[in-house]
């Protein structure tokens, strides 16, 4: 048995583990050099810092490990993610390393546009479920914009196409933002260009757009998938630019192309909604300013037909001053009658008074009797209050002694003094206004005879009967009566005749005055 046991021992071929490794690794080669494979992404974390991506594919039974190069990774149409049913085109080899195989990937498709959908719709539900695709959050897009920022490659017809129809309609400042608009970075790019635009300050070197344009021509799923990245779409929503989405044809529809306020059926149709017609404002306004004149010349007419109207219906300035006048007219000729009539009152009254220098005397004597008879009593008052206190001082003298006594004399004394003082002072305040009523007569008198012979040294004469009274009545003189002239010179004395005129009416003596126009006052 032992000899047997050695005898296999050395007929059997000896390997290193290297050369075994090495060998599998050609044979799988061989036999599977370029295979197409079918699995889900499992395990997938994004590119590692090389720039290189790991995961896995598997399906319901088994599990292929899968690696992309750098290079690799940025030919791809659309960023790989975890969960998706894809389509990986390589090669197999092993990696001695672990002793496992894995396929590496030259090219990476998804398994159909259901799964893509699928994935789409899913994302798209659960944005929405957020409020990202809210009518709300939509801000308005400006009327006439002065810089427009458009996120595109610079390289294709899209931007072409925007440049010309903004020229032909609206020439204005256009920024392009150069981005790869297909591949791996598409998103990141787009994503970033829609964050630095939003970054531009208000005053800084590069204007700041009023509105921003993120646009692509058409294309597949496949091609348009970066517009579907999450970040991409979070960030289009909380721009503070409005956007206009204009990625694909009109049939083609992105995330992005809900999140963005404005979504256009193409990038020369995002051209046409962000800026009017120049030609067509012009003409709007020509014929808005055409309407404006003529409304205007309207107006004016109309206001100026019912101003006329209006100077129609009001009366002429004679009409209007007519009853004032007659008003005016009426009280002036009251104002005539009322002076006649109140200088005859006043006449009448000062005859009535029969104000003369007798009257006035008399008045004089009576107020100094007044006045006379008041100083009496005051007199007699005052002695009474003197003998009165005499004898209340002689009744108490016997109760009193020398000093209350002496005291009470002075307090009595100086009571004495001020009733004397007092007594003087009504006394003389007394005589100072009769004194001045006895002035104020004479004065009276003395202006009473001058104004008397100022009439007389006018040519006046002054009737008196025989009596010595004044005539003031035609009527009063009987024929042959011995009347006296008085004149400012003298007396003569002056026999009544029968020649002599009627006397007038009492109205004609009012209103017909002495020659000169000078009133009389007697």
């Not at 040519?459 to 009347?483: C, H, N, P, S």
């Not at 009492?506 to 209103?511: N, Q, T």
Request: aromatic letters at 4%.
């Amino acid at each position: 048995m032992s000899d047997l046991l050695a005898e296999s021992k050395s007929n059997a071929a000896e390997f290193t583990v290297s050369e075994i490794s090495n060998a599998l690794r050609r044979t799988v080669e061989d036999q599977f050099g370029h295979v197409r494979v079918r699995g889900e992404i499992s395990g997938y974390r994004g590119p590692h810092s090389s720039g290189h991506a790991y995961f896995s594919l598997k399906d319901d039974r088994a599990r292929l490990d899968a690696v992309v190069w750098k290079g690799t990774m940025s030919r791809l149409r659309f960023r790989p993610e975890e969960g998706m049913e894809v389509i990986a085109t390589g090669k197999l080899t092993t990696y001695p390393g672990k002793s496992n195989y894995q396929i590496v990937i030259d090219n990476l498709e998804p398994a159909g546009a259901g799964a893509l959908m699928a994935m789409l719709e899913e994302r798209k539900r659960r944005l929405a479920a957020e409020g990202l695709f809210d009518p709300a959050r939509k801000q308005l897009l400006p009327f006439m914009p002065r810089v427009i920022g458009v996120v595109t490659s610079p390289t294709g017809s899209v931007i072409r196409d925007i440049v010309h129809r903004i020229k032909g309609r609206f020439p204005l400042h256009v920024i392009v933002w150069p981005v790869r608009v297909q591949g791996e970075t598409s998103a990141a790019e787009v994503a970033e260009a829609v964050h630095g635009f939003n970054a531009l300050p208000d005053d800084g070197p590069v204007p700041r757009p009023d509105l921003l344009i993120v646009a692509r021509g058409g294309g597949s799923l496949e091609d348009l998938w970066g517009f579907n990245d999450e970040a991409l779409v979070r960030i289009v929503a909380a721009s503070d630019l409005p956007i206009i989405s204009a990625v694909g044809h009109e049939t083609d529809w992105t995330l992005i192309d809900l999140a963005a306020d404005v979504r256009a059926p193409t990038p020369t149709g995002a051209a046409e909604i962000a800026v009017p017609v120049k030609v067509e404002l012009e003409a709007r306004l020509a014929d808005l300013g055409a309407r404006l004149s003529g409304a205007m010349t309207r107006l004016s007419d109309r206001r100026r037909t019912d101003l006329r109207a209006a100077a129609r219906a009001l009366p002429s300035p004679d009409m209007l001053l007519a009853l004032p006048r007659r008003r005016f007219d009426e009280a002036a000729g009251r104002l005539d009658r009322g002076l006649s009539h109140d200088t005859a009152r006043k006449r009448a009254r000062l005859d009535a008074a029969r104000l003369s220098p007798a009257v006035l005397s008399g008045r004089l004597a009576e107020a100094r009797r007044l006045v006379n008879r008041d100083v009496a009593r005051a007199a007699a008052a005052l002695a009474a209050c003197v003998r009165a206190s005499r004898a209340r001082q002689l009744r108490s003298a016997g109760r009193l002694t020398v000093a209350p006594i002496e005291r009470r004399n002075a307090r009595a004394r100086q009571a004495f003094a001020g009733l004397s003082r007092r007594g003087d002072t009504a006394i003389d305040r007394k005589l100072e206004r009769a004194r001045a009523r006895y002035v104020q007569a004479e004065r009276l008198i003395a202006t009473l005879k001058l104004s008397e012979d100022a009439i007389l040294q006018r040519g006046y004469a002054l009737v008196l009967d025989q009596e010595g009274t004044v005539v003031k009545r035609a009527a009063e003189i009987a024929t042959g009566a011995a009347l006296t002239l008085q004149f400012a010179d003298g007396k003569v004395e002056a026999l009544a005749g029968s020649g002599g005129q009627k006397p007038k009416p009492r109205s004609a003596e009012r209103k017909a005055g002495p020659p000169g126009g000078q009133g009389s006052l007697f």
